[in-house]
C-alpha cells in the first residue's frame, strides 16, 4: 500500500484510496499494542465506499472521506462528478446522544435537519477470543442505547477477526483455525450468537437488533493475506460481509426516501458521472462506482 499508511502520530495519508485489502493487511500487521491504530484505515475505506458506491455526500460522513462533489448543470443536465482530494480529508468520530448516554460511533452520516441516518460501528480482534462473549453484549448495549434516540437511524454492526491459525500460534486462546481447517467452536458460538442482532428492517422492531451485521475473517496466511476467509461465515449466514452494505442501502433508501418524499431532495443518493476523475484515482479499481446511468 503505497500513500495511505498510517504516519507515526496515527495520521492517514490519503494519496490513494484505501481498499478493502489495504484496511484488512494493515488490521493484520497492527500490534496489539496499538490501541485503535490497528482498525483506522477501515473507518476511512468504510466513509470512502459509502460515497463511492453508496452515493452518500462526503461533506455529511465522519470521518470526512478525502473526495468532494463538483456539480453542473441543471436538470436533466445535471452532473455530479466525483473527485479524490486529500485535501479534505478529516479524521474523527461522531457522538450520538444516546437514550442512556452518548456513544462515539466509527462512521456516521447525518443530515442537515434530519440528524444522523446510518452509523456504523467497527470491531477488530487480533487474538485472545475467548474474550468475543464481551464483544457480544457490548454490542447488544449499543445497538438499544442508540435506536432509543433515533428508532430511524440505520445501524451497522462490522467485526473483522483476524484468522490466525493453529500450525504458527503459540497460545490456545489466540487460534482461530484449527489444524484440520475448522472454525474454532468459541468463534463459531459468537457468529451464532451476534447472527441473532442483524434484521431490524422496521422502526417498529425490537430495538437491541442492528440493520446490519456483518462478521468477517481475514487470513493471514502468504498466499491470501488480506483477504476475507471465504469458507466462515457460511454462504447461508446472514452476516456474510458482502451483504452488509447492500442491507444498509435498501433500509435507508425505504426510510428516508420512498417513505419521506418531502425529504428527499435532502436524503435521496446521488449517482456519479462516468467522467468522474475519482474513478481514475490510485485505489479505485477495487471500488464498486454508483455511476449515473447514460443520457440520452
Not at 470491531?123 to 430511524?152: Q, V
Request: glycine share 6%.
Amino acid at each position: 500500500m503505497k500513500g495511505s499508511a498510517p504516519c507515526a502520530d496515527g495520521a492517514i495519508m490519503h494519496e490513494q484510496l484505501i481498499t478493502l485489502n489495504d484496511a484488512f493487511n494493515n488490521f493484520i500487521d497492527a500490534g496489539e499494542t496499538q490501541s485503535q491504530a490497528h482498525i483506522k484505515l477501515l473507518h476511512w475505506h468504510i466513509a470512502e465506499r459509502l460515497v463511492i458506491g453508496g452515493g452518500f455526500n462526503p461533506d455529511d460522513i465522519v470521518p470526512r472521506p478525502p473526495l468532494r462533489v463538483e456539480t453542473t448543470g441543471k436538470g436533466k443536465s445535471h452532473r455530479s462528478r466525483l473527485v479524490h482530494d486529500p485535501t479534505v480529508a478529516v479524521p474523527g468520530e461522531r457522538t450520538i446522544l444516546g437514550g442512556l448516554k452518548t456513544k462515539d460511533v466509527d462512521v456516521v452520516i447525518s443530515k442537515d435537519g434530519v440528524g444522523p441516518c446510518i452509523a456504523i460501528s467497527v470491531k477488530g480482534t487480533l487474538s485472545a477470543f475467548r474474550n468475543l462473549t464481551n464483544r457480544m453484549e457490548e454490542a447488544a448495549g449499543d445497538c438499544t442505547n442508540i435506536h432509543i434516540s433515533y428508532p430511524n437511524l440505520i445501524y451497522g454492526f462490522f467485526h473483522v477477526i483476524k484468522a490466525n491459525h493453529a500450525s504458527n500460534t503459540k497460545r490456545r486462546n489466540d487460534v482461530a483455525i484449527e489444524s484440520n481447517e475448522e472454525v474454532v467452536a468459541g468463534i463459531v458460538r459468537y457468529h451464532d450468537a451476534i447472527a441473532r442482532l442483524t434484521g431490524r428492517k422496521d422502526v417498529r422492531n425490537d430495538v437491541s437488533r442492528y440493520e446490519a451485521v456483518a462478521l468477517a475473517m481475514v487470513d493471514a496466511s502468504p498466499d491470501s493475506r488480506g483477504h476475507i476467509l471465504q469458507s466462515f461465515p457460511t454462504r447461508d449466514s446472514p452476516i456474510r460481509f458482502e451483504q452488509f452494505f447492500d442491507a444498509i442501502y435498501r433500509i435507508y433508501d425505504l426510510r428516508y426516501v420512498y417513505t419521506a418524499p418531502a425529504l428527499r431532495r435532502t436524503t435521496a443518493r446521488s449517482s456519479w458521472s462516468e467522467d468522474s476523475p475519482a474513478s481514475s484515482a490510485s485505489g479505485a479499481d477495487a471500488f464498486n462506482f454508483r455511476f449515473a446511468p447514460p443520457s440520452d
